[in-house]
């Protein structure tokens, strides 16, 4: 796994430089220092993942995040930052990040690291406990005809999104855990996401 890293803090950079090179399958292949680099290092060297901060002097990493997804929709970034600001983390989802964690959780960036590599949308504990309140608009409904969902999918997706386990939505509309199962398996399907959390997010960013 091939990383870039984009810290406009020095000392940040070499400490998230040694962690990441501490795992056997990881190589950070050049680190940078504000947006402007952070799009140079991206088009030069297309890494598997870009790690990087988002206050930066210069262009932000929200900037730099958005021009480089507009030129390649498949760049995994993933913000890592002191700011657990709400609206920093709507524009990382709209943008299309594939995740947003906190600095202090070095423990958590090797791992974080390795699941956006494996496809999944990662979002550190802090930012999770917040994104129900911090994304839904109260009026606004999730439109499930527009993704080709049944309405009982589109229950099955709130629940999901509200954080039920598949026994509390079976229990909830009446249904088996097994057919819940078989719902979600579906959905995921039909919306291709990977996971429980992509989902809860979709449902989030389509309301």
Known sequence: MKIVIVDDDSLVAVSLKTIIEAGKDTEV???G??????????????????????????????AAGQVILEEDPGARILFLTTFNDDEYIRTALAIGAKGYIIKQDFDGILPALRAV?????VFGDQVVERLPDMLSPKKEEFLSADFGLTEQESEIVKCVAEGLSNREIAEKLFLSEGTVRNYLSNILSKLD???????????????
Do not use: S
């Open 117 to 121: 590599y494996g496809g999944q949308t």
């Open 33 to 62: 220092r504000n947006g402007e680099e952070a799009i140079a290092l991206y088009r030069k060297h297309h890494p598997d993942v870009l790690l990087m901060d988002i206050r930066m002097e210069g262009m932000t990493g929200l």
């Open 29 to 31: 292949l050049a680190t």
């Open 193 to 207: 996401l990977r996971d429980r959390t992509n989902l809860a997010i979709f449902y989030y960013k389509h309301r």
